[in-house]
């Protein structure tokens, strides 16, 4: 079933093709270690900035310039022509893009980066009717959930398990955000979110459905039967409290007030379990130890940190609405969403260019007021928005003596979590069971689970979708946490060998922990990506999967907002409220969105209150 979506991302004619047609020798890449080496080929051939052409064999740059061309699809064969054109007749000079957004303009936002966050804040605002400009410094939409395709597959740059694309309530932030530009994606409901294979033996599946869920837990732990209710339906009362709420900005007072006078339960809920982590509500139930140890791993699976460190309020959201919306999985492929939300915002008059890389943010008067791309071009704005991580916000985007106090106590109290060796793989079908789940984790030793490829999170969207994949063929994509120092350093030809040695030792513990056996045998294609392919092509400092607590935090209080010290500047994301996972970001697109439009007058507020409230809201937070 092809949706506008997986048509474009299967046009011959797409970047993704046009990488995947390349040879072999240049797959392996300029920068050793590139996931998706010919986009680094074409990078470097200057499309943005052709000064290194001349280095280039001429058939290399032609190739690169047809690439170019064909990767336009939304832009007429004329404009198409004109880029190539310059692309060949004035290689010396940077190209400038002749569908550029002009520079002269004053936007109501500026946004910097296309992730999840990124594109949400910008749907919205241009949903609002808000100028809108989308500067991304890679080829297509998403970051982190974007997609990539080799030889027939398409796959997903990072997770495949998508929450938030339910029909009913509140939470379903994914189908709010589509619907806000006018879009709505097919997707297919997963039955189970994970099936955990864990030491000892310890196998357990997460139904959809919660109490079947509940009976398989049980029937491991009988003894804590009780233990697991309490925990569960605490999780369900900060659920069913979220999930009743109009979802928007928590810095906005008259939002807020009329939230707490429509649903004063809910907000009080909510409000009491702001400062509390999961590990505390876990241990006042249960007394188990491997039980407490499943709900670590209940957690780490989508914050990278145990229960202790993870607030409980994240843990109401993803523990319940994977029986609620639960987990689905986008037709086409999860880069789907962002392609969709891109083509969204165009309609709506929104303006979104590629190959924009933002290398400075522009402060006036003590206000953000644009930004310089790395080809010199300046766009101003009466809002700055950054999808950057803080990392790459405060340290490299702003000049590093405009860092706001706020962002070092950020940093004392957050630190950057590890980054992710990802396998991806084209696998013979015969060699995997049918009705195998779609995700698994894998971890053979309870004390592994927080360090360097302890623990295997397994994704294989072909169970649900075929569509993704070449026929009789699975993609399977294992990754697991590491850090980037051990990536560092290395020459290229021993960088090469030792992804492919620690992929073959992750692909042997896949075979015996997940009985897929043969796994090695039936891989027909496989890529590697390490921290720097994450760092180079998602753009993230380190290649960092996000922010984690360096300490106990108090639940969620600590976690900045969308607004910063510097006023104008606006941070979106995972390194905001309430933190990593899709959902969490659209969250916090959604919340930047309503705080910005505020701001711009095109959200009414109460100005008087505003000030103070906000004013109240950051020493107490301060203080945490
Ligand atoms: N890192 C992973 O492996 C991984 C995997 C799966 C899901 N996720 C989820 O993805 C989400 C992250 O979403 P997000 O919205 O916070 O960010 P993101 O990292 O996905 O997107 C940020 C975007 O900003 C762009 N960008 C960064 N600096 C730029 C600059 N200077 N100029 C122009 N563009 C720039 C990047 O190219 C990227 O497209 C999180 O929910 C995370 O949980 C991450
Ligand atoms: C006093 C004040 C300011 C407020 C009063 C009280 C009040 C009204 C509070 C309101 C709070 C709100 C609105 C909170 C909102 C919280 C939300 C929306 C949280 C959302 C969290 C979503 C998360 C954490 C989603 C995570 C999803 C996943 C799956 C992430 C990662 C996935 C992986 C790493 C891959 C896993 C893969 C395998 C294979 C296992």
């Not at 939304?74 to 007749?89: E, L, P, T």
């Not at 709900?295 to 699976?301: P, R």
């Not at 993803?318 to 969204?344: E, F, K, M, N, S």
């Not at 930004?371 to 590093?400: C, H, M, Q």
């Amino acid at each position: 079933m092809a949706t506008s979506w997986t048509r474009l991302a299967k046009d011959p004619f797409s970047v993704a093709t046009f990488s995947s047609r390349r040879s072999t020798k240049s797959q392996r890449s300029v920068e050793a270690g590139c996931a998706k080496p010919c986009l680094s080929d074409w990078t470097q051939a200057g499309v943005s900035n052709v000064t290194g052409v001349k280095l280039l064999p001429l058939n290399t740059f032609l190739t690169n310039a047809i690439g170019l061309r064909q990767k336009l699809p939304k832009q007429s064969s004329k404009r198409r022509n004109d880029v190539a054109r310059m692309a060949v007749a004035a290689p010396s000079k940077p190209v400038q893009d002749v569908d550029a957004p002009e520079e002269n303009v004053l936007y109501d936002a500026v946004i910097i980066g296309s992730g999840m966050g990124g594109l949400v804040t910008a749907t919205q605002l241009a949903a609002k009717g808000a100028k809108v400009l989308l500067l991304e410094k890679y080829i297509v939409p998403g970051g982190s959930a974007a997609y990539f395709e080799r030889e027939g597959y398409t796959f997903d740059v990072g997770s495949s398990m998508m929450f938030g694309f339910g029909d009913q309530g509140t939470t379903n932030l994914l189908t709010r955000a589509l619907a806000a530009v006018g879009k709505k994606m097919e997707t297919i409901p997963d039955p189970a979110m994970v099936h955990y294979h864990l030491p000892d033996g310890l196998s357990v599946r997460v139904h959809r459905d919660y109490e079947e869920f509940i009976a398989e837990l049980t029937s491991k732990f009988p003894h804590e039967k009780e233990g697991i209710r309490k925990f569960y339906d605490d999780c369900w009362k900060i659920f069913n409290a979220l999930n009743s709420l109009d979802l928007k900005s928590l810095e906005e007072p008259r939002y807020l007030l009329g939230e707490f006078v429509k649903q004063p339960l809910a907000c009080l809920t909510l409000a009491y379990f702001l400062p509390v982590n999961t590990g505390d509500v876990a241990r006042k139930y249960i007394k188990d130890e491997t039980l407490l140890r499943f709900i670590d791993i209940e957690d780490y699976a989508w914050s990278t940190v145990p229960a202790s460190l993870t607030p409980m309020i994240n843990s109401g959201m993803v523990l319940c609405d994977r029986h609620y919306g639960g987990v689905r999985y986008p037709i086409g492929g999860v880069g789907g969403i962002a392609q969709t939300l891109a083509d969204g915002l165009e309609e709506l008059g929104g303006k979104i260019a590629y190959k924009a890389n933002v290398k400075r943010i522009l402060v006036e008067n003590g206000q953000a007021s644009g930004v310089r791309l790395t080809d010199g071009r300046e766009y101003k704005g009466k809002t700055i928005i950054s999808n950057a991580t803080r990392w790459d916000t405060f340290e490299k985007l702003l000049e590093p003596e405009n860092m706001p106090d706020a962002e070092k106590k950020f940093q004392t109290r957050y630190r950057k979590s590890p980054s992710f060796l990802s396998i991806h793989m084209g696998v013979r079908a015969d060699a995997l069971p049918d009705d195998s789940d779609v995700h698994h984790m894998v971890l053979e030793d309870w004390s592994k689970m927080e360090e360097s490829y302890g623990t295997i999170f397994v994704s294989m969207p072909t169970m649900l979708d075929k569509s993704v994949a070449p026929k009789d063929r699975h993609i399977v994509h294992a990754f697991t946490p590491c850090w980037i120092e051990e990536w560092e350093g290395l020459s290229p030809a021993d960088y090469r060998q030792k992804k492919e040695q620690v992929a073959d030792e992750i692909v042997d513990r896949l075979e015996k922990g997940l009985g897929f056996k043969g796994l090695r045998q039936a891989t027909v294609f496989r890529e590697v990506g390490t921290p720097r392919t994450h760092r180079k092509f998602l753009a993230r400092e380190d290649g960092t999967y996000g922010p984690v607590p360096s300490r106990r935090p108090l639940g969620l209080l600590g976690m900045p907002f969308n607004t910063t010290a510097l006023k104008g500047l606006y941070c979106v994301g995972d390194s905001c409220f309430p933190g990593q996972g899709v959902n969490a970001v659209a969250f916090s697109g959604m919340a930047c969105a309503h705080r910005v439009a505020a701001d711009i007058g095109l959200e009414k507020t109460i100005p008087v209150l505003d000030g103070a409230f906000n004013k109240l809201l950051s020493t107490v937070r301060d203080r945490v």
